[in-house]
């Protein structure tokens, strides 16, 4: 017997499961597997970016992430005790009618799994935990996955979002082109330790010996412990290891790691695959795209990308033109390039600074097939309508629908999207008619009322 649904969804990271939030919010019936026995509870990505929190606001979690947690505190680079170095990785901000959440917050991978886990199950939602992907075929109809217990389940579509070194991928024989530095290579692993303040990121620089670096993760009483490795060094990533390391590398009595958490080997990968789509399979986040942990990119590059794919592939599953999926590549993969190569500069240059150019409010669509007259990011801020009452436009943003800012109703198109129209004060932007896509980003801003219908037969 096989089972059936809309979509399969391999892998249950951020990407993975923000994908499975933006399909059960609009009643799509999917199924999320991972091959891991249960969550895994490593810090790893640690840094939400404006954009991201302004994903989660519309997703209806960021009210439980942001209490938990903290921004970027200053950094004390020293040698041993000798202070060579004190400085902030961001510019504070202040929010502003626009910009709602301006800051870079630290917040562990394992929590914003947690919150996107619950909000998932609050919609009907769970993640099949142990459940391996033995293998898959596809036809113009669909795609048969065999999972590892032996059984077969039929989805309408596959998206992969199992990792840098995921098995569909490779299966599916797409390039993932790029480097992987074997001779750069991290201990990473979240750690108790005694003798050290939780208001700076600490960081000692051993001549000869290299660094360490130590991250107070938000809202719990570990650190994120950091080393780069020679080349060619045998890792020992047990609990001496890393007391082995912090001794040899800060040179300081009185600082002990107590308790080693988890762990993992860190090798420096920059790949972006060749392609996003092959049929009715398509990739997501580390699938698609690996990182240098330079700048804070790789999580939310993939929490973007289900973002993008999730209303996508929503609207084809209930009636929409099959060919909006392939704005999907069009619109994400150039992306991906552009983070790559800024978190590879940041990464080479070994800089600690970082400003707007990572925050990916800047990322936008222009000049592709899905923006006519737009593609941006839509801001928040105050928005005064007709009647006379004021919004905030997040707030009319929020839910799973097309936004229509103009003074005449939404078009009636047969099988078209959801639209929810209001009537701006004035022209919103100088056009007469502004429609913004479920992912906040400007579909169509014009004057005329025969393209706004044309565009809407787009999606």
Do not use: C
């Not at 039929?154 to 995921?166: E, F, H, I, P």
């Amino acid at each position: 017997m096989t089972d059936r649904t809309d979509v399969l969804i391999v892998g249950a990271g951020p990407t993975g499961l923000t994908l499975a939030v933006e399909l059960a919010r609009r009643g799509i019936a999917h199924r999320v597997v991972e091959r891991a026995a249960a969550p895994s509870p490593g810090s790893k990505g640690k840094g939400l970016q404006p954009r991201t929190q302004e994903i989660f606001d519309d997703l209806g979690i960021i009210d439980r992430v942001l209490p938990a947690t903290t921004l970027y505190p200053p950094i004390r680079v020293r040698i041993g005790r000798l202070p060579v170095y004190r400085g902030r990785m961001h510019k504070p901000a202040a929010a502003t009618d626009e910009v709602p959440y301006p800051a870079v917050r630290m917040h562990p991978q394992w929590r914003t799994e947690a919150v996107l886990r619950e909000r998932l199950a609050e919609l009907g939602g769970t993640v099949e935990y142990g459940v391996e992907l033995a293998g898959f075929e596809q036809d113009a109809q669909g795609v048969t996955a065999r999972l590892g217990s032996g059984a077969r389940l039929r989805a309408g579509y596959l998206v992969a979002a199992d990792g840098g070194r995921s098995t569909v991928r490779k299966a599916l024989g797409v390039g993932f082109t790029g480097e992987t530095r074997e001779e750069q290579r991290m201990a990473l692993g979240d750690v108790r330790v005694e003798g050290l303040d939780r208001e700076h990121i600490h960081a000692w620089v051993r001549p000869g010996k290299g660094m360490v670096a130590l991250y107070p993760m938000a809202g719990t009483d570990a650190f994120q412990f950091m080393a780069p490795l020679k080349p060619g060094a045998t890792p020992d990533l047990t609990l001496d290891g890393f007391r082995r390391i912090l001794a040899e590398r800060s040179m300081l009595r009185g600082l002990r790691v107590t308790e080693l958490l988890w762990s993992s080997l860190y090798r420096v990968n920059i790949r972006l695959a060749d392609a996003y789509r092959s049929g009715r399979v398509l990739l997501a986040g580390d699938a698609a795209h690996v990182h240098s942990p330079a700048g804070g990119q790789g999580l939310n590059t993939g929490v973007q990308d289900a973002y993008n794919l999730g209303w996508k592939l929503a609207r084809v599953l209930t009636g929409g033109p099959a060919s909006l999926l392939d704005t999907y590549e069009e619109e994400r993969r150039p992306v991906a390039a552009l983070v790559l190569g800024l978190s590879t500069d940041l990464h080479d240059r070994k800089s600690f600074k970082r400003d707007e150019e990572t925050y990916q409010l800047r990322i936008g669509y222009r000049g592709g097939s899905l923006a006519r007259h737009g593609g941006e990011r839509v801001p928040d801020g105050p928005l005064r309508l007709a009647d006379g009452s004021r919004v905030r436009l997040f707030d009319l943003l929020r839910g799973p629908h097309f936004t229509l800012l103009s003074p005449d109703p939404a078009p009636r198109v047969p099988g078209g999207p959801e639209v929810r129209a209001y009537a701006p004060a004035g022209p919103y932007g100088g056009f007469r008619h502004t429609l913004v896509r479920p992912d906040g980003h400007v579909g169509i801003a014009t004057d005329s009322a025969e393209e706004l219908a044309a565009y809407l037969e787009l999606v």
